[in-house]
C-alpha cells in the first residue's frame, strides 16, 4: 500500500546545530509539503514543492530549507536549530488528480534544548 | 479576518447525538473543502472531501456545503467516544495547490 513516512519520529536536539527531518512517499504525488503544528496555531505552512527542483516558501520558512531531487522525497532542513522550532512537524502530499487531498505523514516531534 | 475559521470549543456531545462541526471561509473562488479528523498525538487524517453544493454522505459522516453563504459542515450521527478528537476544515483556494487551514474543533463525545 502506498504511504508516507517520516523520520526520526522524536528527535532531541541542541541550539545551534542543524537538524534535517526526512519525508518519503510512495503515492508518486507531485505536491509534497511541510507543516508545524503548535498550539494555537494550527497547521502552519513551512514549504512546498510541486514537482522535481522545484520548491516554494510558505509562510513560516525562516531558518528552514527544503530540496527536491527526486518524486518520493522532500527532506526539511533545519539550518541552526532554535528554541523556536520546538514543534511537532507533518509532511503531506498530494496530486492535482485527487482534488488536492493532501495525504499527511506521522509526524515528528522535535525538541530543541 | 482568518481565511478559515473554526469554532475552537470545546464541543461536547452527549454518545447517540448528533455532533455539528462549522467552518467558514474568506476566498470566495475556493474549489475543494476538507475535513480532517486528528486524534490527539496524532497526524490529521482526511474522513471527507466536498466539491459542490449540497451534502454528501459517508457512513456516519455528512459534509454540507454552501458557496453561496462561504461555509462548509460536518454532521456526525450516533456520535461514538472514539469521535472525541480535532477535526479540522481545510479550503482549497482557486488557482492554488495548497490547503488552508482552520485551527480546528476539539469535539468530545460523553459516554
Known amino acids: 500500500d502506498a504511504e508516507i513516512t517520516q523520520s526520526p519520529r522524536h528527535k532531541i536536539t541542541e541550539t545551534g546545530r542543524q537538524v534535517t527531518l526526512a519525508c518519503h512517499q510512495t503515492?508518486?504525488?507531485?505536491?509534497m509539503f511541510w507543516y508545524r503544528q503548535d498550539l494555537g496555531h494550527g497547521l502552519r505552512l513551512i514549504h512546498y514543492s510541486y514537482g522535481v527542483q522545484d520548491t516554494n516558501k510558505g509562510e513560516v520558512s525562516d531558518g528552514y530549507s527544503v530540496s527536491r531531487s527526486n518524486t518520493e522525497d522532500l527532506p526539511l532542513t533545519l539550518e541552526s536549530a532554535a528554541s523556536s522550532q520546538t514543534s511537532v512537524y507533518f509532511c503531506?502530499?498530494?496530486?492535482?488528480?485527487?482534488?488536492?487531498?493532501?495525504?499527511f505523514g506521522p509526524g515528528t516531534r522535535l525538541t530543541v534544548t | 479576518q482568518k481565511e478559515v475559521e473554526q469554532n475552537s470549543g470545546p464541543l461536547s456531545v452527549p454518545e447517540g447525538a448528533i455532533a455539528s462541526l462549522n467552518c467558514t471561509y474568506s476566498?470566495?473562488?475556493?474549489?475543494?473543502f476538507f475535513w480532517y479528523r486528528q486524534y490527539s498525538g496524532k497526524s490529521p487524517e482526511l474522513i471527507m472531501s466536498?466539491?459542490?453544493?449540497g451534502d454528501k454522505e459517508d457512513g456516519r459522516f455528512t459534509a454540507q456545503l454552501n458557496k453561496a453563504s462561504q461555509y462548509v459542515s460536518l454532521l456526525i450521527r450516533d456520535s461514538q467516544p472514539s469521535d472525541s478528537a480535532t477535526y479540522l476544515c481545510?479550503?482549497?483556494?482557486?488557482?492554488?495547490?495548497?490547503?488552508?487551514f482552520g485551527t480546528g474543533t476539539r469535539l468530545t463525545i460523553i459516554p
Open positions: 503531506a502530499s498530494s496530486d492535482p488528480g485527487t482534488g488536492y487531498e493532501q495525504y
Open positions: 466536498i466539491y459542490s453544493n
Open positions: 476566498d470566495r473562488g475556493s474549489q475543494s
Open positions: 481545510a479550503v482549497n483556494p482557486f488557482g492554488n495547490e495548497k490547503l488552508t
Open positions: 503515492w508518486n504525488h507531485n505536491n
